[in-house]
């Protein structure tokens, strides 16, 4: 992606008093001209997985979901690029929707200290648990969690710039401008997701702001909190939709079990304008929510590591989430978008790179009508 300097002067401030103050380490040569064996480029490396879905009373699909590659370029040794291509469900064709094909990150790093750190380019939003780790091996079942599809839209990624960096005690932050959702795109059933830009010719007339704390000073315990917000009505001028997510989670591992929580919220402001706009421009109320509301609780234990290659893992997920959580005035909650899911399944790994997984997943609504759906899942993924 380019930045336009009248489109992005917030980015372009930061990146230029990045090359202003770089230090003389962040040179190709060394003072004395001795050769540092800079640029460096790679490892090419990268993660894929494909999957068997069979939901009940309907025919079995096998997709190969994801293909992704990693690149990565040191310039110096404070000066370095990653960059990650991502082809879903095989193949684009054209403008139909038979597959994505997608930047997904593509990012320069000024590596300035421990404490401070500048990034810019295409970047991962910094919210909750998957959204940053995403490959197979790192998380259990083989789709990922609702929340962190439904609640918050991974895989979330949009261009911006900002810093990162860590503290003495365990403690590690991040905290990048991004340009905003898109209000228009918002849904009933997947809330926010259809907001995101992408970094594709974002409008960026204001900017959105997310952050990311965690603590790390426990041996085996990481505590984390993110947030996002920015104003999302840059395509209705005349309305004021502010979006805010907020999220709070915890992975606790001692010897063979694991235990992972989280909670995030989503705000938004001006919703019942929102939904008339939208009303007016399509002739169907979209009926979005003021508020969406997501949880999840997992448990793992692994039976085998000891100290061989091989492991095995069996783990359950209880996720509720709520696309109708708080509806604006006048409007009514659809409770079918009120949804829970059991998600209980093992997990091998060959090797600590690949695994193949299986999962039974239940997820029930609060509708009268919209049945409970049983779905089968069997996966194979592997990350290199």
């Known amino acids: 992606m380019r930045f336009e300097r009248q489109q992005s002067p917030v980015l372009w401030l930061l990146v230029s008093i990045v090359l202003t103050v770089a230090p003389a380490g962040a040179q190709n040569a060394a003072p004395d001209g001795a050769d540092t064996g800079y640029p460096q480029t790679g490892p090419l490396s990268g993660y894929m997985d494909f999957h068997y879905n069979k939901p009940d009373h309907e025919d079995a699909v096998i997709d190969f979901h994801r293909f992704e590659l990693l690149i990565s370029h040191a310039f110096s040794p404070k000066i370095r690029f990653v960059g990650e291509l ?188 929102l939904n008339d706009a939208i009303g007016r421009l399509t002739g169907v109320p979209p009926n979005i929510a003021s508020a969406l509301r997501g949880f999840y609780t997992e448990a793992s234990y692994r039976l085998w590591n000891r100290g061989a290659p091989r492991d095995l893992a069996v783990f359950a997920r209880y996720e509720n989430f709520d696309t109708q959580y708080r509806m604006p005035s006048g409007f009514v909650p659809l409770k079918e978008f009120d949804r829970d899911a059991w998600v209980v399944g093992v997990s091998y790994y060959p090797d600590p790179d690949v695994v193949v997984k299986v999962d039974y997943v239940q997820l029930h609504n609060q509708s009268a009508i919209v049945p409970t759906r049983h779905t089968v899942n069997v996966g194979l993924g592997w990350w290199f």
């Open 86 to 273: 991502e082809v879903e469900h095989a193949f684009v064709e054209g403008l139909e929707a038979s597959g994505e094909l997608e930047v997904e990150q593509a990012y320069v790093d000024f590596l300035l200290s421990r404490r401070v750190n500048v990034r810019a380019g295409m970047m991962l939003v910094p919210i909750g648990i998957i959204n940053e780790r995403h490959e197979p091996p790192v998380y259990h079942g083989v789709e990922r969690p609702f929340v962190d599809t439904v609640i918050i839209p991974t895989t979330w990624f949009e261009a911006g710039a900002g810093l990162h960096g860590q503290f003495s005690g365990g403690f590690r932050y991040r905290a990048f401008a991004f340009a905003p959702l898109n209000a228009l795109e918002f849904t009933a059933d997947d809330g926010i997701r259809g907001g995101r830009q992408n970094g594709s010719e974002a409008n960026a007339r204001s900017l959105a702001f997310a952050g990311r704390f965690e603590y790390l000073g426990v041996r085996g315990l990481t505590l984390g909190a993110s947030a996002f917000r920015g104003d999302s009505s840059f395509a209705v001028p005349r309305l004021d939709v502010a979006t805010t997510v907020g999220e709070v989670d915890a992975r606790y591992r001692r010897g063979p079990m694991e235990l992972r929580a989280q909670f995030a919220q989503v705000g938004i402001g001006d919703a019942a304008s």
